[in-house]
């Protein structure tokens, strides 16, 4: 059974940082696409990164380009996002989930590319 456990949330300042955590259990998924993404109050589901298992390569949405890094770990099967200059608007569940491919498609910011999802950790950053 695949599982997606999500850490590493919490309220922050607007300005500072936090790095949030997604183990994978379940399965290897050291060649599977593994994204994030976040949902805030009344406002769909959006993609923020995503990071292919074969080359490493990442996209980000243009809101958080420059601000946040995602990484992964294969050996932890582990996928990190590392946020700095939180903003307000950065409030939101952030949810990490996978794409059983291991390149990242044309549609990687549709949720509907990702088979498998964590429940969520809630970030909230305060002005």
């Known amino acids: 059974q695949v599982q997606l456990v999500e850490s590493g949330g919490g309220l922050v300042q607007a300005g500072g940082s936090l790095r949030l955590s997604c183990a994978a259990s379940?399965?290897?998924?050291?060649?599977?696409?593994m994204g994030w993404f976040r949902q805030a109050p009344g406002k769909e589901r959006a993609f923020v990164a995503a990071?292919?298992?074969?080359?490493?390569?990442?996209r980000y949405a243009s809101s958080v380009k420059g601000r946040f890094t995602i990484s992964r770990d294969n050996a932890k099967n582990t996928v990190y996002l590392q946020m700095n200059s939180l903003k307000p608007e950065d409030t939101a569940v952030y949810y990490c989930?996978?794409?059983?491919?291991?390149?990242?498609?044309?549609?990687?910011?549709?949720?509907?590319?990702?088979?498998?999802w964590g429940q969520g950790t809630q970030v909230t950053v305060s002005s």
């Open positions: 989930a996978v794409d059983s491919r291991s390149y990242i498609s044309a549609y990687y910011y549709r949720a509907s590319e990702y088979e498998y």
């Open positions: 379940g399965h290897t998924f050291s060649t599977y696409v």
């Open positions: 990071v292919s298992g074969s080359s490493g390569s990442t």
